[in-house]
């Protein structure tokens, strides 16, 4: 069983900048997390990549937020952060964490992140 746990979302002005963590429990440690990434979903819209990070490093990332968003993970700690900076009222939305853990996909309950015109 693995758990997904995010933080880090709020309100904030555009322009402006957040950081978001998930990090990931695993019940049998001797699986370990392939991808891992970030998506959101904004009212009315479907759920859309936003970034995504192999275990070795290998980054991808939405053409809306290249340039803006980082992501980085510690694979010691099943963490992976989403640093979003120059925020637009578009980011707005409901951020999703993913982990793959040999085939299978896990989801986080989503962090809701608002930015102010």
């Known amino acids: 069983q693995v758990q997904l746990l995010e933080s880090g979302g709020g309100l904030v002005q555009a322009g402006g900048s957040l950081r978001l963590s998930c990090a990931a429990s695993i019940s049998r440690s001797i699986f370990s997390i392939n991808a891992m990434g970030w998506y959101r979903q904004a009212p009315g819209k479907q759920r859309e990549l936003v970034a995504r990070?192999?275990?070795?490093?290998?980054?991808n990332y939405a053409d809306s937020v290249k340039g803006r968003f980082t992501i980085s993970r510690d694979n010691a700690k099943n963490t992976v952060l989403l640093q979003m900076n120059s925020l637009k009222p578009e980011d707005t939305a409901v951020y999703y964490c993913n982990a793959v853990v040999v085939v299978t996909l896990y989801w986080g309950q989503g962090t809701q992140v608002t930015v102010s015109s």
């Open positions: 990070i192999t275990r070795g490093g290998d980054t």
